[in-house]
């Protein structure tokens, strides 16, 4: 069977984040027009904030296609080393609409509890109710289903979009329980809900921008993956020793930088040779991998 080579890979890896961004979309259409028609019909302030996250995700998917497609673009004479930092880009102004929201939310859940006129507060009905149940099935069923791919193809904005859907899941747990009080007579929790909803939005919205902050400023890989890195590089044939493994992440893809030890004696294409295997042996390992350098120091071995 023939290998698939880096760029056909990456092409794959494209069309798989914007199939499931796709049906991310679609997703969020259907619910967020179910959870504002509820929570006006149900008035439920909580449902109608739910709906307002939940077509936030529309808007932040489509940014999450925009990054993905740019960043799959190859090297040109401007870009030389890529465009895999768009997808980064894009992470960035999804966390930023993404807090945006949040703060949406809650100041309008804060300022009906700073009102203290909670009598005039209405009771949501019963479909608000049901239609935060279907928001929780249905969001985390689309957290799975993002991640998976996202984990699969390794994508920092796919990533970031997935958990949009947790974020979106968890505010419904909120806006669920918010009602469920109200409903027994604590109209202000639907309120409460709201404020509990934003701050779930505003956590989720932080560690996306951290995430993307990581790798647009060559954040070093994990230290389980440079130490295996380095073990696969030491068990390489005519390595007589590794004196640097530096690793950068750029975008979703990590650039590697290493300096290893041979015997001086050897010839300069012998040397080559014991350079290039390491080569060869890190990028199939490490698929992810998109350059590696490798630099050779004499070691004098005593005969």
């Known amino acids: ?31 967020s027009l ?21 077509a936030s995700d529309v808007f932040s998917t489509i940014i999450v296609m925009i990054g993905v497609h740019i960043s799959g673009k190859q090297a040109d004479e401007e870009h030389p080393y890529g465009h ?23 100041s309008a859940g804060i300022k009906n509890i ?8 209405a009771v949501p009905g019963m479909l608000a109710l049901w239609a935060a149940v279907i928001s929780i099935v249905v969001k985390e069923w689309m957290f799975h289903y993002t991640m998976h791919t996202a984990k699969k193809i390794n994508s920092g904005a796919l990533k970031a979009d997935a ?26 929790m639907d309120s409460v809900a709201s404020v509990v909803i934003c701050v779930f939005i505003l956590k989720a919205a932080y560690d996306i921008f951290k995430d993307a902050v990581d790798k647009m400023v060559d954040h070093a890989c994990d230290t389980e993956t440079v130490e295996t890195m380095t073990q696969l590089i030491g068990s390489i044939e005519g390595v007589e020793g590794v004196k640097v493994v530096n690793t950068r992440l750029f975008g979703s893809r990590i650039y590697l930088d290493v300096v290893i030890e041979a015997d001086g004696q050897k010839t300069l ?3 080559h040779d014991i350079a290039r295997n390491v080569h060869d042996a890190i990028e ?14 004499p070691k004098k071995i005593d005969a």
């Open 163 to 188: 958990w949009h859907h947790r974020s979106d899941a968890l505010s419904s747990v909120g806006a669920l329980i918010g009602i469920s009080f109200a409903r027994f007579g604590f109209p202000i």
């Open 114 to 121: 700073l009102s203290g006129d909670y009598a005039s507060l």
């Open 34 to 54: 179910l959870k504002l028609i509820a929570g006006l019909v149900a008035s439920s302030g909580a449902m109608v904030s739910d709906a307002i996250h939940s």
């Open 84 to 106: 895999e930092r768009m997808e980064c880009v894009a992470a960035i102004i999804l966390a930023v609409m993404l807090a945006l929201t949040g703060v949406g939310i809650g």
């Open 284 to 297: 199939e390992k490490f698929v992810d991998v998109k350059h590696c350098m490798v630099h050779v120091d």
């Open 1 to 31: 069977m023939e290998t698939m080579s880096k760029q056909d890979l990456q092409k794959q890896d494209q069309k798989a984040a914007m199939r499931v961004s796709t049906v991310s979309i679609a997703v969020n259409v259907i619910l």
């Open 269 to 271: 294409e012998e040397a």
